[in-house]
């Protein structure tokens, strides 16, 4: 059938959607780079709830997305923002996912590392000694369960911090006592506008400094970074000055397929949004490097930058209205309903777009399902050709 989509001039303009979707192996694992996606939570669409109250999560839906991720062979970057972690999600919720998905992980032998942060401070933390004290009891919950951490930016600490020297003192003292080698996660203001200033500096290139004098007093306790800056040469600076033997994660959902596949001087390995939606396709192309063929990644991967753009466009934060948006239309979940019902943070034109795009990339499993489901999203918006 064709589709009347709505352009952002509020005009309707006739599309007609592919027949065919790609096909994709599941594969032998990745090998030359890790991959994880940050994966989004799916919400109970018939839980009694306001956007103030906790998050009710449909936990089999959202165990399966995983299960979905982990059959392509990528890893699961868990309690993210991705997951609406401190937009939605609260650390009750939060800590449950992580014992869930862990121990789905270890069902299933499937790669995962989940988010530590301080978000179960729900007034401002006094001091350092509050902040240290909320990463201690979530990276005792995360690495307890078997899962790897990943120690994100703390809207506590941006607060409460002087300068430099209070994250050196915060970030040396949880990696003294970290089990295993975490990943250390730069979340820039652009995906949430607490963090501006972050190590310490409004100023880039000293709060990079900082960074890298956390990561040379630890190496050993440093498995990587993830850089989620949206600047791609200032990643690539980055990660040619980290010690040896730490990774960095691209997070730059801009620009993630030329940061992968890297120069002579080397790659970033990845930790991504966008490769909620893209999972399957992210992980072939993926495969088609591990033979060592960059052109054929990048044919692959660079057509799937236009989606990921449209996604993660300002306001940033609301990337994950698109992300679950997809899902629905994929069949991933039975309902566009979100945590805190953030479903309301993007436009129809917003929507039309991500779905003319996701479906000439050939990203839905069932087109006509999905067509379906976005001709009644339509009509809900009172498109009705």
């Known amino acids: 059938m064709t589709l009347h989509l709505p352009s952002p001039n509020g005009e309707l303009r006739a599309y007609e959607p592919r027949a065919t979707p790609l096909t994709f192996d599941t594969g032998a694992p990745l090998a030359s780079r890790v991959v994880f996606s940050a994966a989004h939570v799916v919400a109970d669409p018939f839980a009694d709830t306001t956007p103030d109250s906790p998050a009710a999560v ?15 062979g990528l890893g699961v970057a868990e309690a993210m923002d991705t997951a609406q972690r401190g937009m939605g999600l609260d650390w009750a919720g939060a800590a449950e996912l992580i014992r869930r998905s862990a121990a789905e992980a270890k069902a299933v032998g499937g790669a995962i590392a989940c988010g530590v942060g301080t978000d179960q401070l729900t007034a401002p933390a006094k001091d350092l000694a509050e902040v240290r004290a909320a990463y201690e009891e979530q990276l005792a919950l995360v690495e307890g369960t078997g899962a790897q951490a990943i120690l994100m930016a703390s809207r506590a600490l941006a ?12 970030y040396g003292h949880l990696l003294r006592q970290a089990s295993e080698p975490v990943v250390l996660h730069w979340l820039g203001p652009m995906f949430d506008p607490a963090l501006a200033g972050y190590w310490g500096s409004a100023d880039l290139d000293a709060a990079t400094e900082t960074f890298l004098e956390v990561i040379a007093a630890h190496p050993d306790k440093v498995d990587g970074i993830k850089v989620s800056l949206l600047d791609a040469q200032r990643e690539v600076d980055l990660r040619r000055r980290l010690p ?53 990644f ?33 069949g991933h979940q039975e309902h566009f309903t979100m945590v805190g019902g953030l479903q309301s943070a993007r436009s129809l034109p917003h929507f039309a777009r991500a779905y003319e795009l996701a479906d000439t990339l050939g990203l839905f499993p069932n087109p006509e399902l999905a067509e379906t489901r976005m001709k009644q999203l339509l009509a809900l918006y009172g498109v009705t050709k």
């Open 298 to 330: 990048r044919e692959l991967l660079d057509p799937t930058v236009e989606l990921s753009r449209h996604l993660f466009q300002a306001p940033t934060r609301f990337y994950k209205t698109g992300v679950v948006f997809l899902a629905w239309l994929s």
């Open 244 to 296: 040896k033997g730490v990774r960095c994660y691209t997070g730059d959902d801009f620009n993630y397929p030329e940061l992968i596949a890297g120069d002579e001087r080397g790659f970033s390995h990845a930790l991504l949004g966008i490769f909620d939606p893209l999972g399957p396709l992210a992980a072939q192309a993926v495969r088609v490097l591990d033979t060592g063929d960059a052109k054929g």
């Open 159 to 170: 607060a409460v911090a002087k300068g430099p020297e209070d994250y050196l003192d915060v």
């Open 58 to 72: 449909d936990w089999d839906a959202t165990l399966a997305f995983r299960r979905h991720l982990w059959s392509h």
